[in-house]
């Protein structure tokens, strides 16, 4: 790549101002919710625009560094999500709907914790811009009010999404019935929690012991790692989507959720080990290690570095389909490249980090990331190679 990291916050940002022009679904009040290609609208595309508008272009190590997003631009995508969310998906329960249609009814009324997490993320680094003077309130909401419904979410995001079992905290996928079995087994999954959101939700709030929540996670995906030390059947990832796991006596055991399950009678194309989904794992452990110093998350980084073996770009491949099969989204490797160059950065090598967000920052195509035409049609591809950069590429 040349240019250096000018040129990659340049195309970054081009990315960033691109990404409700590529994946923007405008409902009826005039909000804007972030589709998939079937035109649906997940809660996690809520969470994820609020972290590219909230958030992204201000991450640094250290500390909040106020920059690129707190354009007028940045400032309007964030509050027209924050409208569609209210209006469109939150739940009488205080947490979001996982699934709207183009037409704004709810489809699916589970609630994705990511979804949630990430929102309320982006609002308390929204309220840090807005105490610093950096964004403005919009027409109608004062401060108080806006620390209010922060409040408010993460009582609702706790209440929804957190259990103990057996002396530990249990981060569950969704409100759903489907993740918790009735018999000792929760279903849990490892690329869902964040533990740099979930330290600035103990920031902002003493009613919930957030800090211990952010122990049991991480000692948990340690036990996940162990259980799983080699490579996926669908990509480089070690980390499964998803495991049952139970809690005795302050310790947790998991189990694999793909042999319980068959032996079940799920069908074949329920367990399918959803790589793409599980890879936002480097992501979030990343964010732990390089803005909070996680030694945990730098460990399990490096952990999953030396089982993939993955040395160079080149040898970086996410195959997107079942079993490694093509997917009708297409190949991505530009998100696999995205992904490990987060987890060698992550686990402290930078050097070598950088020849791999070279190779992504060389597959810019005008308003996105993407060695396939598919990458331009699905936003999570690109709203976490965005926040994978501004990892990398910090102001």
């Not at 211990?212 to 990509?235: F, I, K, P």
């Not at 989507?241 to 068959?262: E, H, L, M, P, T």
């Not at 308003?367 to 396939?372: D, K, S």
Request: hydrophobic share 40%.
């Amino acid at each position: 790549m040349t240019g250096g990291v000018q040129t990659a916050r340049q195309r970054t940002d081009e990315a960033r101002s691109g990404f409700l022009q590529l994946f923007g679904q405008t409902l009826p009040n005039g909000t804007i919710i972030i589709r998939r290609p079937q035109a649906d609208a997940p809660s996690e595309g809520i969470g994820f625009g609020g972290v590219i508008y909230g958030v992204s272009g201000s991450i640094a190590a250290g500390g909040l560094i106020l920059s690129s997003s707190s354009s007028q631009e940045n400032q309007q995508a964030f509050w027209s999500l924050f409208n569609a969310r209210r209006e469109y998906f939150l739940q009488p329960n205080g947490v979001m709907a996982w699934l709207v249609s183009a037409s704004g009814q709810v489809v699916s009324t589970d609630s994705a914790s990511d979804g949630d997490q990430d929102w309320i993320g982006a609002e308390l680094e929204v309220l840090n811009r807005i105490q610093c003077g950096q964004w403005q309130l919009p027409a109608g909401m004062t401060l108080d009010s806006f620390r209010s419904q922060i409040q408010g979410d993460l009582d609702a995001f706790w209440t929804n999404h957190i259990r103990e079992r057996g002396g530990r905290l249990l981060f569950l996928p969704t409100n759903g019935a489907w993740a918790q079995r009735g018999d000792g087994r929760d279903v849990y999954y490892p690329s869902y929690s964040d533990p740099h959101f979930l330290r600035l939700f103990a920031a902002f709030d003493q009613g919930h012991d957030w800090a211990r929540l952010v122990s049991d996670v991480q000692a948990l995906n340690q036990v996940v790692l162990s259980a799983h030390d080699r490579l996926g059947a669908a990509g480089q990832n070690p980390m499964p989507a998803k495991v049952f796991v139970r809690a005795s006596g302050g310790n947790f055991s998991v189990d694999n959720y793909y042999q319980i399950s068959r032996h079940e009678g799920v069908s074949a194309a329920d367990c399918t080990d959803n790589e793409s989904d599980s890879i936002r794992f480097f992501l979030r452990q990343a964010r732990a290690a390089i803005l909070d110093g996680d030694q945990t998350a730098r460990e399990m980084l490096s952990q999953i570095l030396t089982i993939a073996s993955i040395t160079d770009p080149a040898s970086a491949h996410l195959l997107a389909g079942s079993q490694g099969a093509p997917s009708p989204l297409g190949w991505n490797n530009t998100l696999a490249r995205a992904s490990y160059g987060i987890a060698v950065l992550g686990s402290g090598d930078s050097t070598r980090a950088q020849t791999f967000f070279c190779t992504v920052l060389d597959n810019h195509r005008g308003q996105y990331f993407g060695e396939w035409d598919g990458a331009r049609e699905y936003y999570y591809d690109q709203s976490l190679i965005l926040q994978m950069l501004d990892l990398a590429f910090p102001e």
